[in-house]
């Protein structure tokens, strides 16, 4: 597999697969979002610096590159209150690893997980 530039390419006999960072990060923003605990994506600073110039990201909080014939994942979140942050980020870790690998085939050298915040649920008051 190579890279050219925002895909990864991976020349079988019958033709050519390319699969977009995009498609590979929209992966991990769903496989985050079932794992139990995480409150939601948190985009680094630089990404909203980004959208407020005009160039947006739909996948906030997701950051991809390619090394050799794998991928690193950076991923941005908020934990709910209440949850142990590193068993959080362990079951996000497998999660992401999982779902790349299964639906791509590529390889995840490694998941980095970025707790940004903690969410603090509030209960809705009904009179």
């Known amino acids: 597999m190579s890279e050219n530039r925002d895909y990864y390419t991976n020349h079988e006999d019958s033709g050519t697969i390319n699969i977009s960072e995009d498609v590979i ?3 991990a923003s769903l496989a985050a979002s079932e794992v139990e605990g995480v409150a939601g994506l948190n985009a680094p600073t630089a990404v909203d610096l ?25 991923i941005y979140v908020n934990v709910k209150y209440g949850y142990k942050i590193p068993e959080v980020a ?3 870790q497998d999660a992401i690893v999982s779902a790349i690998e299964s639906m791509t085939g590529l390889d ?4 980095n997980v970025h707790v940004g915040g903690v969410s603090f649920e509030v209960e809705s008051k009904e009179d």
């Open 50 to 74: 980004a959208e407020l110039l005009g160039k947006k990201s739909l996948n906030k909080g997701v950051k991809v590159q390619n090394i050799g014939k794998s991928v690193i994942v950076d």
């Open 108 to 111: 995840v050298e490694s998941v």
């Open 90 to 92: 362990g079951r996000l």
């Open 25 to 27: 990060a929209s992966i």
